[in-house]
């Protein structure tokens, strides 16, 4: 199966149900009062963590995604139905981000997990709601509340306990070969892995742990150079990084060197990847010229303040050792693994401070920018006229014609509010 980790996606949440406007009317009750019903709630987009979902693949051919709208009010205060809820699987360890601003949504990393992406308008209400002393029989009745929508950008990030890092041809790809079930595409040329690999170390009954083989860093990863941003992501949730280094330098690079600009491009990309733990191990002993390098590579390991392992992964030598080795190590560390991106859990779509914003177009027409009005003047019905007398009194509250007069409104201009253009008057 082919191995997706980012894709963009377009989700629309659904309209509310418009309002009924009607009046009972029944035998021998030849006045009855307003009964138009509420409509019903738009459905909500909603991203939901799925075992069975591995990658974003599907996500490459399908990218719009639209919740139903409520269904409308209607005659003796019945309430339109609420819309089902658009789910949308995704894979563990998914983080959503708005794809216009980067901001971030949600990180979904428990089966099960649920975040609403976009929420249903509410249902418009019906006239009977709009029923006071003052008002005996209200002819009036809203909208639906228009749906969310907006762009998001997915990215998946492994959940792997253990992370592989290295220069291309290291051997990483022959070490998670060999021990886990993982069967990664193995030759003797430059990012042969292309794709992160995820591998099952059995250490026992009922104990294991998974590793994931990332992709050959190269130096100026944390600025996209090669591979770059597409795979220093995947490191960010390990708990424990392998850091494999070629002893035989059968490419003729200094071990020493590729282990402290790997760590560079670590840090780079985040202090807190940089902080942690890290386990040397030197690759291919089993080639002869690994000799001269091995005392080399424990002095660094000393330097550094960290476990050191020589193995042969082709060979199948000292495996069982760093395998046992980074179990014990594993449980050490435990749970208690700061997050490299502090991450949203649930996304709250209304925001608290929300100011009313005049700016002006190029035809020197103004704009009113504001979710609420822009709501309030979505679900208005201004065919009639005691929705538009609700309305103008809105308008007053809000202290519109001030706040327009300050940016030089004139009579006649033309005032854009969302999807509806008013001529302003004195």
């Given at each position: 199966?082919?191995?997706?980790?980012?894709?963009?996606?377009?989700?629309?949440?659904?309209d509310g149900g418009s309002g009924k406007s009607s009046f009972r009317r029944e035998k021998f009750v030849p006045?009855?009062?307003p009964d138009g019903g509420d409509g019903g709630k738009g459905g909500d987009v909603v991203l939901e963590v799925d075992a069975n979902v591995n990658t974003l693949l599907n996500f490459r051919f399908n990218r719009r995604y639209t919740a139903e709208n409520g269904d409308a009010g209607d005659r003796k205060k019945q309430y339109g139905r609420g819309a089902e809820d658009c789910i949308i699987k995704v894979p563990q360890g998914t983080i959503v981000k708005d794809a216009n601003t980067g901001e971030l949504i949600a990180d979904l990393t428990e089966l099960g997990q649920r975040a609403i992406v976009a929420k249903g308008g509410r249902g418009g209400r019906g006239n009977a709601k709009f029923k006071s002393a003052s008002r005996r029989a209200p002819t009036f009745a809203e909208f639906g509340e228009p749906g969310e929508s907006r762009d998001l950008l997915l990215e998946l990030k492994l959940l792997a306990d253990v992370g592989l890092v290295g220069y291309p041809s290291v051997g990483k790809s022959s070490l998670i070969a060999a021990v886990s079930s993982a069967r990664p595409e193995i030759a003797d040329y430059h990012f042969t892995t292309l794709v992160p690999v995820l591998g099952v170390v059995s250490l026992g009954y009922e104990k294991s742990f998974v590793m994931a083989d990332i992709p050959g860093l190269i130096e100026g990863a944390a600025d996209g150079v090669g591979l770059g941003h597409d795979f220093l992501r995947h490191i960010e949730r390990t708990k424990l990084?392998?850091?494999?280094?070629?002893?035989?330098?059968?490419?003729?690079?200094?071990?020493?060197e590729d282990f402290d600009k790997i760590n560079i491009e670590l840090k780079k990309y985040s202090d807190k990847l940089a902080k942690r733990p890290q386990i040397l191990v030197a690759n291919k002993i089993d080639l002869p010229q690994a000799a001269e390098n091995i005392s080399k590579l424990?002095?660094?390991?000393?330097?550094?303040?960290?476990?050191?392992f020589a193995v042969s992964a082709a060979a199948h030598e000292n495996l069982d050792v760093l395998i046992n080795y980074v179990g014990k190590r594993l449980e050490e560390i435990g749970d208690d693994v700061e997050p490299v991106v502090e991450a949203v859990k649930v996304f709250d779509v209304e925001k608290e401070d929300d100011p009313v914003i005049i700016e002006r177009n190029d035809a020197a027409e103004f704009i009113v920018r504001n979710k609420n009005i822009e709501k309030i003047v979505a679900m208005t019905n201004f065919d009639n006229d005691e929705g538009l007398r609700r309305f103008q009194f809105i308008w007053r509250m809000k202290n519109l014609d001030a706040l327009l007069k300050e940016r030089g409104i004139k009579e006649g201009m033309i005032v854009h509010i969302g999807d509806i253009e008013f001529e302003w008057h004195e």
């Open positions: 199966m082919q191995f997706i980790d980012r894709s963009k996606i377009s989700v629309r949440a659904g006045k009855g009062g990084i392998l850091h494999m280094v070629d002893a035989a330098a059968v490419d003729g690079r200094d071990p020493v424990e002095e660094l390991a000393k330097r550094e303040g960290i476990e050191f």
